[in-house]
C-alpha cells in the first residue's frame, strides 16, 4: 500500500553529472514537497508544488529544478551535483497546503 | 527558524509513557502544534496535530497548555519501534504548507 513512492532508494553520481530523482504518489493529492536532509540534520524544504504552481524556497540554489508532468509524479533535478548535494532527498504530499504531509522513504544521493 | 524548543534527547523505558515536550512561547493565535517522528534511514511520519485543545488518536495524545507557549506529546506505552527522533513544528495553515524543523528529540525506548 507504498502510499510516496521514491526511486531510486539509494543514487550514486559523479561530481558535476546531472542526476534526477522521482517521486510519485497515489494519494491524489494536490501538493508535492520536495526536502533536503543532510546527515544528523533535520529536513529542510527546497521547494513545492500546488497542482501545477511551482514554489521555490529563497535560498535553495538554483543548481536545484523540479518538474511536476502530471499529479501523481514529480522530479528532482540536480543540474550539476556538488560533494555538499550529497544527502537524502525527501518527497512529502499534502491533500492542500497546510495539511499534514505523507512521506516518501526518500533517495540517498552520494557524489564521488 | 524553527520557532520550537526540545530536549535533545531522552530515553524512556519500553511499557512506560513517553512524554516529550516542546517549548513554543512565540506561537500566534492562528497556528497549529504538529508533531512528525522519524524513524532512522526513514522519511518522516505524521503523528498528531493541535490547535489549542488536547487531541488524542491511535498513535499519540497531544496536550497544549492554556496559554499555548508548550505542548507535550505523550507516547502512552512506548515500545522499541517508537525509537526515534520526534520534530514539534508550529505552523498556520496560510504558510504555504511548509514545514519548518528544528533540531528535534532522539526518543531511546530502552529494554
Known amino acids: 500500500d507504498a502510499m510516496v513512492i521514491q526511486n531510486p532508494r539509494y543514487q550514486v553520481t559523479q561530481f558535476g553529472k546531472p542526476v534526477t530523482l522521482s517521486c510519485s504518489q497515489t494519494l491524489n493529492h494536490n501538493v508535492m514537497y520536495w526536502y533536503q536532509q543532510k546527515s544528523s540534520q533535520a529536513p529542510k524544504l527546497l521547494f513545492h508544488y500546488y497542482d501545477k504552481d511551482f514554489n521555490n524556497e529563497a535560498d535553495t540554489p538554483d543548481n536545484f529544478q523540479s518538474r511536476r508532468p502530471n499529479t501523481s509524479f514529480c522530479f528532482l533535478d540536480i543540474r550539476s551535483p556538488g560533494l555538499g548535494d550529497a544527502a537524502m532527498y525527501l518527497c512529502?504530499?499534502?491533500?492542500?497546503?497546510?495539511?499534514?504531509?505523507?512521506f516518501g522513504p526518500g533517495t540517498r544521493l552520494t557524489v564521488t | 527558524d524553527a520557532k520550537t524548543t526540545q530536549p535533545p534527547s531522552m530515553d524512556c523505558a519500553e511499557g512506560r509513557a513517553a512524554n516529550l515536550p516542546c517549548n513554543h512561547s512565540?506561537?500566534?493565535?492562528?497556528?497549529?502544534v504538529y508533531w512528525y517522528r522519524q524513524i532512522h534511514s526513514q522519511g518522516p511520519q505524521y503523528i498528531i496535530h493541535?490547535?489549542?485543545n488536547n487531541e488524542t488518536n491511535e498513535m499519540a495524545s497531544l496536550i497544549i497548555t492554556e496559554d499555548r507557549k508548550s505542548s507535550t506529546l505523550i507516547l502512552p506505552h512506548a515500545t522499541l519501534r517508537d525509537t526515534a527522533v520526534y520534530y514539534c513544528?508550529?505552523?498556520?495553515?496560510?504558510?504555504?504548507?511548509?514545514?519548518?524543523f528544528g533540531q528535534g528529540t532522539e526518543l531511546s525506548v530502552k529494554p
Open positions: 493541535g490547535l489549542k
Open positions: 512565540t506561537i500566534s493565535g492562528n497556528e497549529y
Open positions: 513544528i508550529v505552523r498556520g495553515y496560510n504558510q504555504g504548507g511548509k514545514l519548518i
Open positions: 512529502a504530499t499534502s491533500r492542500v497546503q497546510g495539511y499534514e504531509q505523507y
